[in-house]
Protein backbone atom coordinates (compact mmCIF):
# COMPACT_ATOMS: atom_id res chain seq x y z
CA UNK A 1 0.00 0.00 0.00
CA UNK A 2 1.38 3.94 -0.98
CA UNK A 3 2.30 5.49 2.42
CA UNK A 4 0.34 8.56 3.53
CA UNK A 5 1.33 11.25 5.23
CA UNK A 6 -1.37 13.59 6.96
CA UNK A 7 -0.98 16.63 9.21
CA UNK A 8 -1.18 15.26 13.28
CA UNK A 9 -3.98 17.98 14.30
CA UNK A 10 -6.09 20.39 13.12
CA UNK A 11 -8.50 22.82 14.46
CA UNK A 12 -12.39 24.04 12.87
CA UNK A 13 -14.83 26.39 13.75
CA UNK A 14 -18.22 24.81 13.98
CA UNK A 15 -20.36 25.56 11.50
CA UNK A 16 -17.29 26.24 9.06
CA UNK A 17 -16.02 23.39 5.91
CA UNK A 18 -13.25 21.29 7.26
CA UNK A 19 -10.28 20.42 4.99
CA UNK A 20 -8.71 17.66 5.88
CA UNK A 21 -5.87 17.33 3.34
CA UNK A 22 -3.92 13.79 2.79
CA UNK A 23 -0.47 13.53 0.74
CA UNK A 24 0.35 10.42 -1.54
CA UNK A 25 2.73 11.05 -3.71
CA UNK A 26 3.59 7.20 -4.15
CA UNK A 27 0.31 6.29 -5.20
CA UNK A 28 -0.06 3.28 -7.74
CA UNK A 29 -2.84 3.42 -10.62
CA UNK A 30 -5.03 0.65 -9.21
CA UNK A 31 -5.09 2.03 -5.93
CA UNK A 32 -7.98 3.78 -4.06
CA UNK A 33 -7.73 6.42 -1.65
CA UNK A 34 -10.42 5.85 1.43
CA UNK A 35 -10.71 7.83 4.46
CA UNK A 36 -12.22 6.69 7.92
CA UNK A 37 -12.26 8.87 10.92
CA UNK A 38 -12.12 7.27 14.32
CA UNK A 39 -14.47 8.98 17.48
CA UNK A 40 -12.88 8.97 20.91
CA UNK A 41 -13.39 5.07 22.03
CA UNK A 42 -14.80 4.17 19.18
CA UNK A 43 -14.20 1.46 16.07
CA UNK A 44 -13.11 3.90 12.65
CA UNK A 45 -15.79 4.23 10.56
CA UNK A 46 -15.70 4.71 6.72
CA UNK A 47 -16.57 8.03 5.13
CA UNK A 48 -15.34 7.93 1.23
CA UNK A 49 -13.04 6.72 -1.14
CA UNK A 50 -12.32 7.29 -4.60
CA UNK A 51 -9.89 6.99 -7.34
CA UNK A 52 -9.68 10.07 -9.11
CA UNK A 53 -12.89 11.52 -9.93
CA UNK A 54 -14.12 13.61 -7.10
CA UNK A 55 -16.98 12.04 -4.86
CA UNK A 56 -19.74 13.25 -2.72
CA UNK A 57 -22.14 11.34 -0.38
CA UNK A 58 -23.99 12.24 2.73
CA UNK A 59 -20.93 12.87 5.43
CA UNK A 60 -18.29 14.23 3.47
CA UNK A 61 -16.71 15.62 -0.46
CA UNK A 62 -13.44 13.73 -1.22
CA UNK A 63 -11.02 16.12 -3.83
CA UNK A 64 -8.61 14.53 -5.35
CA UNK A 65 -5.99 16.13 -7.43
CA UNK A 66 -5.91 15.16 -11.24
CA UNK A 67 -1.94 13.36 -10.30
CA UNK A 68 -3.79 11.34 -7.77
CA UNK A 69 -1.17 12.29 -5.40
CA UNK A 70 -3.03 14.15 -3.05
CA UNK A 71 -6.13 14.86 -1.81
CA UNK A 72 -8.51 16.44 0.41
CA UNK A 73 -11.51 15.17 2.59
CA UNK A 74 -13.82 18.33 3.09
CA UNK A 75 -16.69 18.14 5.93
CA UNK A 76 -19.05 21.37 4.41
CA UNK A 77 -20.30 22.58 7.89
CA UNK A 78 -18.28 20.76 10.56
CA UNK A 79 -20.34 19.94 14.03
CA UNK A 80 -18.88 19.33 17.53
CA UNK A 81 -19.86 15.14 17.13
CA UNK A 82 -17.27 15.75 13.80
CA UNK A 83 -14.28 15.94 16.49
CA UNK A 84 -12.20 12.94 16.00
CA UNK A 85 -9.35 11.24 14.54
CA UNK A 86 -9.36 11.03 10.40
CA UNK A 87 -7.26 8.48 8.30
CA UNK A 88 -6.46 8.83 4.84
CA UNK A 89 -5.87 5.30 3.43
CA UNK A 90 -4.45 3.90 0.04
CA UNK A 91 -4.89 0.94 -1.20
CA UNK A 92 -5.77 -1.70 -4.19
CA UNK A 93 -9.33 -1.81 -5.04
CA UNK A 94 -9.11 -5.24 -6.79
CA UNK A 95 -10.62 -7.92 -4.95
CA UNK A 96 -8.17 -10.77 -5.20
CA UNK A 97 -6.33 -11.94 -2.32
CA UNK A 98 -6.28 -10.08 1.44
CA UNK A 99 -5.04 -6.39 1.59
CA UNK A 100 -3.01 -5.98 4.86
CA UNK A 101 -4.56 -2.18 5.58
CA UNK A 102 -2.19 0.43 7.65
CA UNK A 103 -3.54 2.69 9.38
CA UNK A 104 -1.24 5.84 10.62
CA UNK A 105 -1.77 8.39 13.29
CA UNK A 106 -3.95 10.23 11.34
CA UNK A 107 -5.09 13.85 11.94
CA UNK A 108 -7.03 14.57 14.99
CA UNK A 109 -9.65 16.90 14.09
CA UNK A 110 -11.07 19.39 16.80
CA UNK A 111 -13.76 21.29 16.18
CA UNK A 112 -14.29 24.53 18.37
CA UNK A 113 -17.67 26.02 19.56
CA UNK B 1 -28.26 -5.90 10.67
CA UNK B 2 -26.16 -5.85 14.00
CA UNK B 3 -22.79 -5.48 12.38
CA UNK B 4 -19.85 -6.65 13.54
CA UNK B 5 -20.00 -7.32 17.65
CA UNK B 6 -17.67 -7.45 20.66
CA UNK B 7 -17.97 -9.10 23.94
CA UNK B 8 -16.80 -8.11 26.57
CA UNK B 9 -16.29 -4.20 26.30
CA UNK B 10 -13.99 -4.04 29.27
CA UNK B 11 -11.93 -6.62 30.57
CA UNK B 12 -9.28 -6.51 33.51
CA UNK B 13 -6.54 -9.62 33.43
CA UNK B 14 -3.90 -10.58 36.04
CA UNK B 15 -0.77 -11.43 34.19
CA UNK B 16 -0.58 -15.00 33.05
CA UNK B 17 -4.26 -15.51 32.69
CA UNK B 18 -6.35 -16.36 29.45
CA UNK B 19 -9.32 -15.16 27.87
CA UNK B 20 -10.95 -15.04 24.42
CA UNK B 21 -12.40 -11.35 22.80
CA UNK B 22 -15.34 -12.59 21.08
CA UNK B 23 -16.16 -11.18 17.59
CA UNK B 24 -19.08 -11.73 15.54
CA UNK B 25 -20.84 -10.03 11.92
CA UNK B 26 -23.92 -10.76 10.40
CA UNK B 27 -22.78 -9.08 6.97
CA UNK B 28 -22.00 -12.75 5.99
CA UNK B 29 -18.69 -11.02 5.11
CA UNK B 30 -15.18 -13.56 4.05
CA UNK B 31 -12.64 -11.36 5.33
CA UNK B 32 -12.26 -10.52 9.07
CA UNK B 33 -9.35 -9.02 10.90
CA UNK B 34 -8.27 -8.59 14.59
CA UNK B 35 -6.19 -4.82 15.52
CA UNK B 36 -4.94 -3.24 18.33
CA UNK B 37 -4.60 0.29 19.03
CA UNK B 38 -2.31 1.59 21.73
CA UNK B 39 -2.47 5.19 23.45
CA UNK B 40 -1.23 7.41 20.11
CA UNK B 41 -0.82 4.58 17.71
CA UNK B 42 -2.57 4.17 14.92
CA UNK B 43 -4.41 0.22 14.47
CA UNK B 44 -2.07 -2.35 14.38
CA UNK B 45 -3.42 -5.93 12.33
CA UNK B 46 -3.01 -8.92 14.77
CA UNK B 47 -4.40 -11.73 12.64
CA UNK B 48 -7.00 -11.98 9.87
CA UNK B 49 -8.94 -14.38 8.07
CA UNK B 50 -10.28 -14.61 4.54
CA UNK B 51 -12.32 -17.09 5.07
CA UNK B 52 -14.12 -19.90 7.31
CA UNK B 53 -10.88 -22.56 8.63
CA UNK B 54 -8.18 -19.97 7.22
CA UNK B 55 -6.39 -17.28 9.12
CA UNK B 56 -3.16 -15.61 8.69
CA UNK B 57 -0.89 -13.24 11.06
CA UNK B 58 -0.55 -9.87 10.79
CA UNK B 59 2.00 -7.55 12.15
CA UNK B 60 1.76 -8.07 15.91
CA UNK B 61 0.42 -11.70 16.28
CA UNK B 62 2.84 -13.05 18.81
CA UNK B 63 1.20 -13.73 22.34
CA UNK B 64 -2.35 -14.56 20.33
CA UNK B 65 -4.38 -17.02 18.71
CA UNK B 66 -7.37 -16.92 16.18
CA UNK B 67 -9.33 -19.58 14.22
CA UNK B 68 -12.61 -19.11 12.58
CA UNK B 69 -14.53 -22.26 12.08
CA UNK B 70 -17.66 -20.10 11.39
CA UNK B 71 -18.19 -17.30 8.94
CA UNK B 72 -20.22 -15.46 11.55
CA UNK B 73 -17.06 -15.52 14.21
CA UNK B 74 -13.75 -14.95 15.27
CA UNK B 75 -12.63 -15.33 18.49
CA UNK B 76 -9.39 -13.73 19.35
CA UNK B 77 -7.39 -15.82 22.56
CA UNK B 78 -5.17 -14.12 24.98
CA UNK B 79 -2.85 -17.04 25.51
CA UNK B 80 -0.87 -16.08 29.02
CA UNK B 81 -1.99 -12.32 29.48
CA UNK B 82 1.13 -9.92 29.78
CA UNK B 83 1.08 -5.99 30.58
CA UNK B 84 2.07 -5.33 27.34
CA UNK B 85 -1.38 -6.91 25.65
CA UNK B 86 -3.18 -3.85 27.72
CA UNK B 87 -4.70 -1.98 24.62
CA UNK B 88 -7.86 -1.69 22.70
CA UNK B 89 -8.70 -4.45 20.28
CA UNK B 90 -10.86 -3.71 17.45
CA UNK B 91 -12.55 -6.65 14.86
CA UNK B 92 -13.26 -5.86 11.39
CA UNK B 93 -15.00 -7.30 8.76
CA UNK B 94 -15.72 -6.72 4.90
CA UNK B 95 -16.76 -9.14 1.57
CA UNK B 96 -14.13 -10.37 -0.49
CA UNK B 97 -15.86 -9.70 -3.40
CA UNK B 98 -17.58 -6.54 -5.45
CA UNK B 99 -14.76 -4.19 -4.55
CA UNK B 100 -13.46 -1.44 -3.46
CA UNK B 101 -15.25 -1.89 -0.30
CA UNK B 102 -15.18 -0.47 3.27
CA UNK B 103 -14.18 -2.31 6.39
CA UNK B 104 -17.09 -2.58 9.25
CA UNK B 105 -15.17 -2.22 12.84
CA UNK B 106 -16.56 -3.17 16.10
CA UNK B 107 -16.92 -1.21 19.29
CA UNK B 108 -13.85 -2.29 20.40
CA UNK B 109 -13.05 -4.06 23.56
CA UNK B 110 -10.27 -1.88 26.29
CA UNK B 111 -8.36 -4.69 27.79
CA UNK B 112 -6.27 -3.80 31.48
CA UNK B 113 -3.32 -6.35 32.17
CA UNK B 114 -2.38 -6.29 35.67
Known amino acids: DAKTTQPPSMDCAEGRAANLPCNHS???????VYWYRQIHSQGPQYIIH???NNETNEMASLIITEDRKSSTLILPHATLRDTAVYYC??????????????FGTGTKLQVIP | NAGVTQTPKFQVLKTGQSMTLQCAQD?????MSWYRQDPGMGLRLIHY???????DQGEVPNGYNVSRSTTEDFPLRLLSAAPSQTSVYFC?????????????FGPGTRLTVT
Open chain 2, 92 to 104: ASRPATGGPYEQY
Open chain 1, 26 to 32: TISGNEY
Open chain 1, 50 to 52: GLK
Open chain 1, 89 to 102: IVRAGHSGGYQKVT
Open chain 2, 27 to 31: MNHEY
Open chain 2, 49 to 55: SVGAGIT
